[in-house]
Structure formats: C-alpha cells, structure tokens
C-alpha cells in the first residue's frame, strides 16, 4: 500500500519553461514533505521542503506547494534548465517519527531538452 | 570535506553468498539508514540506526542484517537468504534534532548477484 505516490514516471519539458512535478499521499498524519533529485548512480541530495503547516515555499527556481485538503504537493520549477534533468523523488515524515524516517515515492524522470 | 563514503561503487558476488557493504560518515550524525532503490522504484527502507549499539529493522529488512559498534559506521550485510539481492543500495545519516531535511545520502553502491 502505497502512502506516497508520483502517478507520473516522467516528464519532458522544453528548457525555459515551467516544470511541475506531483505527489500525492494518503496518511494525513505525515508533517513535513521533501523533494530530493537524484542523479543516475549517485546518492539523491535534497532539493526543498516544506512542513505541514504551510502551503508554500520557495527557494530560487525552485518552489513547493502543499494542498493538505487534496493530499497533494507539487514541485514546480521555472525556468527549467538542462541541469535539473534527473529524477525526483518526493518523500514524507509521519508526525512524531524519526526524524530521517522517510517514506518515499516511486520517482519522476525529468528531462529538461534545449 | 564531511560526507558519507560507501565501498566499493560497484559490486559482484556469486549467488548464496554473504556480502557486506561500507558505510562511513564523518558528519557527527547520531542517526544512520539504509535504503534500497530497484529500477521504476522509490527508495525503501532496510535497517536504520538512531544511536550507537542500536537498530531498528525498515520495511523490507528480511534477509539483510547490520551493526552499529561505532558512531561513524554502519555496514550491511546482504545474505544468502535475501532472494533478489540485486539492487542499488543507498546508505543515509542524519541529526536525530534536526529537521528531516538533514538527511545525507551516500553515492550508493550497486550490488550484482549473478
């Protein structure tokens, strides 16, 4: 039973142009989300996170939103660059668990073409 | 330069045998995790480690075994028993008081089983 879900194996999208990237979970007790990129044969590097209590955050090109309602979160990235081709994994933390007890989606492919 | 080394990058062990993978970090990280990556999937969790001499099995832990006699260490042993050992192996540590997103990811170390 999956808890988190990225519904979409890949995107492809014109560099320059906005990249958004979805999660979806189901346990309403998860109280921080993260996005890591992963690069092939390397360890993912985190990218951006937000906690449960907001529904936005922002860093550079890079901003989350979280729709506690809906369950859903959403990466968007503008403009996509070349670089930010690799794969996305969007991650929860339950509410009074460890605090590096992630629980991980499948992954999204993005590849981000000149 | 603090971060996590795994050895070897990449590995090849006959089926039936045991094989143990390196992991070493030397951030001052109390917590330590090991994930498992297979193609289209997410990460999934083996064993992980909040504090020296202690460890707590993950979701797929059967067939897998690890120690923690040291801080800085904490090694993974693949055995006989775990039937589809193949797999790109992700070791992790963390703060335990921290925010999740301290979550450092080794390179991984990709585990062949012919």
């Known amino acids: 039973d999956q808890q988190v879900k990225q519904n979409s194996p890949s995107l492809s999208v014109q560099e320059g142009r906005i990249s958004i990237l979805n999660c979806d979970y189901t346990?309403?007790?998860?109280?921080?989300f993260l996005w890591y990129k992963k690069y092939p044969a390397e360890g993912p590097t985190f990218l951006i996170s937000?906690?449960?209590?907001?529904d936005k955050n922002e860093d550079g090109r890079f901003t989350v939103f979280l729709n506690k309602s809906a369950k859903h979160l959403s990466l968007h990235i503008v403009p996509s660059q070349p670089g930010d081709s690799a794969v996305y994994f969007c991650?929860?933390?339950?509410?009074?668990?460890?605090?590096?007890?992630?629980?991980f989606g499948k992954g999204t492919k993005l590849s981000v073409k000149p | 330069d603090g971060g996590i080394t795994q050895s070897p990058k990449y590995l090849f062990r006959k089926e039936g045998q045991n094989v143990t993978l390196s992991c070493e970090q030397n951030l001052n990280h109390d917590a330590m995790y090991w994930y498992r990556q297979d193609p289209g999937q997410g990460l999934r969790l083996i064993y992980y480690?909040?504090?020296?001499?202690?460890?707590q099995k993950g979701d797929i832990a059967e067939g897998y075994s690890v120690s923690r006699e040291k801080k800085e260490s904490f090694p993974l042993t693949v055995t006989s028993a775990q039937k589809n050992p193949t797999a790109f192996y992700l070791c992790a540590s963390s703060t335990r008081q921290g925010r999740p997103d301290t979550q450092y990811f080794g390179p991984g170390t990709r585990l062949t089983v012919l």
């Open positions: 991650a929860a933390k339950l509410y009074g668990g460890s605090q590096g007890n992630l629980i």
């Open positions: 480690s909040q504090i020296v001499n202690d460890f």
């Open positions: 346990n309403s007790m998860f109280d921080y």
């Open positions: 937000i906690s449960s209590i907001k």
